[in-house]
């Protein structure tokens, strides 16, 4: 019973590559979430997805792409890594409206 | 845009001694969540309010959302070490929109 898994937990890359951040979960949970958490800044939502083959911007979208063809699987893509993308990257998923969410363990990215 | 403003970002307590934190919205919110996030941990969900003027109480911690539904507090009773970590809010406007709003976060060190 894995729950919500994220992939890779730690990663380190350089600036202009692409890098993909993976998140799995095993609930068949409709809506599934990335976050990012920069000291001072909480938790700030990028992208959300309200079920398959359905996406929509946050309140950080640029730089970011997301794609969700299955539901089980949500990736987050940074096309061209900035030092500025360097943070704790949370994924979360939502059985339903008005429920809670379920935090993945997260990724730690730098971004040199 | 929807902001969500907690205060204060940071308390230091000694062990025993009752802590609050307060959540405010700058727009209406149909909900309000509370989560916590131990160090080197991810948000795990508290407690979720609907109601206006809502109290609920889990041991010695007590969650109100306001009679507006803009503000919300949570008081920890008697803090102990288990409680340290960072209490978030969350809240999901009157919109229609499926996304959570953050706050900042609130830093609880509790001194043995």
């Known amino acids: 019973d894995a729950g919500i898994t994220q992939s890779p937990r730690y990663k380190i890359t350089e600036t202009g590559r692409q890098v993909t951040l993976m998140c799995h979960q095993t609930?068949?949970?409709?809506?599934m979430f990335w976050y990012r958490q920069d000291l001072g800044h909480g938790l700030r939502l990028i992208y959300y997805?309200?079920?398959?083959?359905?996406?929509d911007k946050g309140e950080v979208p640029d730089g970011y792409v997301v794609s969700r063809s299955k539901t089980e699987n949500f990736p987050l893509t940074l096309e061209s890594a900035t030092r500025s993308q360097t943070s704790v990257y949370f994924c979360?998923?939502?059985?339903?409206?008005?429920?809670?969410?379920?935090f993945g363990p997260g990724t730690r990215l730098t971004v040199l | 845009g929807q902001q969500v403003m907690q205060i204060p970002q940071y308390q230091h307590v000694q062990e025993g001694e009752d802590f609050t934190t307060y959540c405010n919205s700058s727009?209406?919110?149909?909900?309000i969540q509370w989560y916590k996030q131990r160090p080197g941990g991810h948000p795990v969900f508290l407690i979720q309010?609907?109601?206006?003027?809502e109290v609920k109480k889990q041991k010695r911690l007590t969650f109100q959302f306001g009679e507006a539904k803009k503000n919300s507090s949570l008081h920890i009773t008697a803090t102990q070490t288990t409680d340290v970590g960072t209490y978030f809010c969350?809240?999901?406007?009157?919109?229609?929109?499926?996304?959570?709003?953050f706050g900042t976060g609130t830093r609880l060190t509790v001194i043995p």
């Open positions: 727009t209406t919110l149909s909900n």
């Open positions: 979360a998923s939502m059985p339903g409206y008005y429920n809670e969410q379920f």
């Open positions: 609930w068949s949970h409709s809506y």
């Open positions: 969350a809240g999901l406007e009157q919109t229609g929109a499926n996304n959570l709003f």
């Open positions: 997805s309200a079920a398959a083959d359905i996406t």
């Open positions: 309010l609907v109601k206006s003027g």
